[in-house]
């Protein structure tokens, strides 16, 4: 991982093999965010994507192996439990040309992924929402 820093927030180049979850969250801890907004592009390999099933209360799963190209992550950082979560969407190019899309689950880095983060002067948290059955984002001033 290399992080460069602007004045608009951050650009967080990911390498081959990182993980993106486990990448961004533990950069996050390391800089101390606790709210954020991410958007990024790149390519990803071994890929685990749901869409809830708010009847079911429960995500379907699918994983897609890859390589894809990685046409837009979009999300954000939060606090849950005292710690970073990243909450994304991507959207994914297989080499056929067709698209998958999703919540992202997991994904590894194939090639590289450019990451920019906008921080929040905002602390965000989630608090269980029972009407759809899943911690839903909160904000806490500063």
Known sequence: ?????GNGGYL???????EVHESLTAWAETAGC??????????????????YHRDRREY???VEKGP????????NLSMVGGRPLLHAH?????????VAGGHLFRARIAVTG????????????RRMNDDVGLPLLEAIDP
Not at 1 to 5: H, T, Y
Not at 12 to 18: A, D, F, N, Q, S
Not at 68 to 75: D, M
Not at 114 to 125: F, G, H, K, Y
């Open 68 to 75: 894809l190209e990685l046409l837009s992550l979009t999300g």
């Open 1 to 5: 991982m290399k992080v460069f820093r």
């Open 114 to 125: 450019e990451i920019a983060v906008s921080r929040t002067d905002l602390r965000l948290t």
């Open 60 to 62: 379907e799963r699918r």
């Open 34 to 51: 606790e709210g954020a907004v991410v958007n990024g592009l790149g390519a990803v390999e071994d890929v685990e994507l749901g869409f």
């Open 12 to 18: 967080i180049r990911l390498e081959r093999g990182e």
């Open 90 to 98: 991507v959207v994914l190019m297989r080499d056929d040309f067709s």
